[in-house]
């Protein structure tokens, strides 16, 4: 059965530091898509960062470039985002997802909150 849980949110102040971690069994991260999405109160959920299955590239929506880091263990089979320099914006509910063929599975997510 695969399974995806999302755990290190929290409240932060601003310009603190958060790391997420997305755990998954069922599957192996290695061979999938691993993405993180934020869906902020009252809006669409949107696209934070995607590491690729072959190779490890990554990408970033732009608001969160040069803040935040995706990056996967994949012995722990985790992916993280280590998220810099939060802003009260990126407050939100995070989810992590998996994609392959067409498929995607998804987490429940974990709250972020970025205020003083």
């Known amino acids: 059965q695969v399974q995806l849980v999302e755990s290190g949110g929290g409240l932060v102040q601003p310009g603190g530091a958060l790391r997420l971690s997305c755990a998954a069994s069922?599957?192996?991260?290695?061979?999938?898509?691993m993405s993180w999405y934020r869906q902020a109160r009252g809006k669409d959920r949107e696209l934070v960062a995607t590491?690729?299955?072959?190779?490890?590239?990554?990408n970033y929506e732009d608001s969160v470039k040069g803040r935040f880091t995706i990056s996967r263990d994949n012995a722990k089979n985790t992916v993280y985002l280590q998220m810099n320099s939060l802003k009260p914006e990126d407050t939100a509910v995070y989810y992590c997802?998996?994609?392959?063929?067409?498929?995607?599975?998804w987490g429940k997510g974990t709250l972020v909150t970025v205020s003083s």
């Open positions: 590491i690729t299955s072959t190779g490890g590239s990554t």
């Open positions: 997802a998996a994609s392959r063929y067409g498929m995607t599975y």
């Open positions: 069922g599957f192996r991260v290695s061979i999938y898509a």
